[in-house]
């Protein structure tokens, strides 16, 4: 028996978009967890948006990270199609993006993460799109320099840069082409730098601020939000969708296209670039969006290949578990029965 999970239609894949995002915002309103509350950060572009009350989780704040959470999903899914990763045309990534970034955590209450994670996708976009140009430095560029404007939002998206070198490298750029994405990179901080300098700050304070920030490390209390058994359900079924996703690409790589076989590995590059997080992170919540990233797209290349009744029930299980997650912590807080 089959359940073709990787073709769901376009219209099922909209309408559970917009019910599951209004769930996860209703869940967090109501019964947010410990981890969820999110503190603003010292960096330029994530003062501005708490200075205009769209970090506290005011109602304007929450209804503009649904709607950057939701248009993050359909970049994700345009991306995969228009550089056909998988062999077909699948809205996947959509689904699988908002139940990690949003459904197992969500940082509801900072828009500036969010704003952060769709500066990296319109980057991956921009990088992606150079393959195999003869010449495309303006594309790397502005890759580069919408990552190092992510870096303003959130100061740990810094490990990113190292990972522009060796994807560029990856997707066959000239030396030229990477010397310039870098620059684009860095130029955003440097800017803010000497800001402060005219204004008659440190010219190092943003980077000392990034430096703080790195050095924020894991917190160990919040692995009680851990101890939720559906939350495990869900970590531990993406765990093992990874696996059986990397364990698919490396046994199909030698008969795929060029195009998707580099840029994959370009998402699975991408995925440990992020892994670094956890060690700087204190909360989970805000490591979701951007784990979600390369994972979204990764996950579905098991999905496309496999139609076996074994991978329904994993991905059908995994939507379960989310929702009972959000689900149980809602009933918990707000039962229906007194």
């Known amino acids: 028996m089959k359940l073709d999970i990787a073709r769901q239609p376009f219209g099922v894949t909209v309408t559970s978009l917009a019910v599951l995002a209004a769930f996860f915002s209703l869940r967090h309103n109501l019964s947010p967890d410990p981890c969820e509350i999110i503190s603003v950060s010292d960096m330029p572009l994530d003062r501005i948006i708490d200075s205009l009350g769209l970090n506290s989780g005011s109602t304007a704040g929450r209804i503009l990270t649904v709607m950057v959470v939701l248009v993050n999903s359909i970049m994700l899914t345009r991306i995969a199609n228009r550089n056909m990763l998988y062999v077909i045309k699948a809205y996947l990534p959509a689904t699988l993006y908002l139940l990690i970034s949003s459904g197992i955590y969500f940082a509801a209450s900072s828009l ?143 008969t795929m296209r060029t195009r998707p076989a580099r840029l994959i590995l370009v998402i699975i590059l991408l995925l440990g670039a992020f892994a670094p997080l956890v060690l700087f992170e204190s909360s989970p919540a805000i490591i979701a969006p951007f784990w979600a990233i390369p994972l979204s797209l990764l996950i579905p290349v098991y999905f496309v290949r496999n139609g076996s009744f074994a991978a329904a029930l994993l991905y059908i299980g995994l939507i379960i578990a989310v929702i009972a997650l959000n689900g149980i912590q809602l009933y918990n807080q707000h039962p229906l029965v007194s």
């Not at 790397?140 to 810094?158: D, K």
């Not at 066959?172 to 310039?180: A, F, H, K, Y």
């Not at 901080?189 to 430096?211: H, K, M, P, Q, S």
């Not at 495990?232 to 990874?242: E, G, K, P």
């Open 112 to 254: 500036s993460v969010h704003l952060a994670a769709m500066l990296i996708i319109l980057a991956l976009a921009r990088f992606f799109s150079s393959f195999r140009r003869e010449i495309n430095a303006g594309g790397c560029f502005t890759g580069g320099l919408l990552t190092g404007i992510a870096t303003l939002f959130y100061g740990n998206v810094v490990v990113l840069i190292p990972f522009i070198h060796i994807a560029l490298s990856l997707l066959r750029r000239s030396w030229r082409e990477n010397v310039l994405a870098v620059t684009g990179a860095l130029i955003p901080l440097f800017i803010c730098a000497y800001t402060d300098w005219i204004l008659g700050r440190g010219f190092t304070d943003i980077f000392v601020i990034i430096r703080s920030e790195l050095d924020g490390g894991f917190d160990v209390s919040s692995i009680a939000s851990f101890m939720n058994p559906f939350r495990l359900i869900s970590i531990a079924i993406l765990i093992l969708l990874l696996f059986l996703s990397v364990g698919s690409y490396i046994g199909n790589v030698r």
